[in-house]
């Protein structure tokens, strides 16, 4: 198959500086950043780690996520605890739930960036 991955993802937003400045800066997400022992960025690409990623369209009623949004992110993370202290700590809300969590699938919360796009944390179980 001669796909390899996802490439990048590309949304609209009413004010892309100060979005791209909340995720690079709160998740470290977006052009410049690297996970942790991946080697350095560059200045457009976000060097992320590799592990699953899921590509599921939803049906258009789903209540997953608003009915006012097209998509939401889900962000896989290895320290979801120590994220939510550096949210919290920054002003910015979640939410948790035990529920949403099992030992298959591993841990989950869920926020929203400045602009109300969903955000899905996820911390994969441990191998």
């Known amino acids: ?22 995720y690079r800066d709160l998740l470290g997400v977006g052009a410049g950043c690297a996970a942790e022992g991946e080697g350095p960025s560059d200045e457009w690409s976000w060097r992320v780690a590799g592990g699953p990623l899921v590509f599921a369209p939803f049906g258009s009623d789903t209540d997953y996520w608003a009915a006012d949004k097209q998509f939401m992110l889900n962000l896989r993370v290895s320290d979801l605890d120590g994220l939510l202290t550096r949210l919290s700590d920054a002003g910015v809300e979640t939410a948790v739930d035990p529920g949403w969590d099992s030992p298959e699938t591993g841990r989950f919360a869920r926020t929203h960036d400045p602009e109300g796009n969903a955000i899905e944390l996820w911390e994969p179980p441990a191998n």
């Not at 198959?1 to 909340?22: E, N, S, Y």
């Open 1 to 22: 198959m001669p796909v390899l991955g996802v490439g990048g993802i590309f949304f609209r937003a009413q004010d892309p500086d100060a979005l791209t400045a909340w």
